[in-house]
């Protein structure tokens, strides 16, 4: 284990993300390897579909799973930026080399497209400096997609 990871695991702010930063960014890129952040992508992906929300909810939902705060930056037609930030966020780009965050962005573009009906992408720009990871979403509404009825309702207290 690393200093890094030693201290991550005793810092009272970091230590209870110890446990999802252990298992994402040292045992995940062993498995993976070159196709970990491919595989993370369709894996984010994959969880949203069993947790269909309302796009108002998905800031809340990425809180509640421990992801990090999901800020809307901008909105075009096509694309979106947000930004996720928080404590998992910056101990993961203050600690770990690389820290992979295609899980996150796959797990945004699933639930954008359920609740939009139509084909959303994504992909994620770690930016140690600031502390955050810009998501930058791309829409598709000239193809239509499935929607969702959200299964998580009032997320937001």
């Known amino acids: 284990m690393s200093s890094d990871y030693s201290a991550m695991r005793t810092n009272t702010i970091t230590s209870p993300l110890f446990g999802q930063t252990f298992l994402r960014d040292l045992l995940l890129p062993d498995l993976l390897g070159e196709q970990q952040s491919n595989i993370l992508y ?36 096509a694309e979106r930026h947000y930004q996720l930030t928080g404590d998992v966020v910056q101990a ?3 600690h770990i080399d690389q820290p992979d965050f295609q899980l996150e962005a796959g797990f945004l573009a699933q639930l954008l497209q359920q609740d939009l009906g139509i084909v959303v992408e994504a992909n994620s720009q770690p930016d140690a400096k600031r502390h955050s990871v810009e998501l930058i979403v791309g829409l598709d509404p000239k193809e239509a997609q499935p929607m969702a009825s959200p299964l998580i309702d009032d997320l937001v207290d």
């Open 42 to 77: 369709w894996a984010g992906r994959e969880l949203a579909i069993k947790l269909p929300t309302a796009e108002a909810d998905v800031p809340a939902l990425f809180e509640q799973a421990g992801l990090g705060t999901l800020s809307l930056l901008s909105s075009k037609k």
């Open 92 to 94: 993961r780009l203050d």
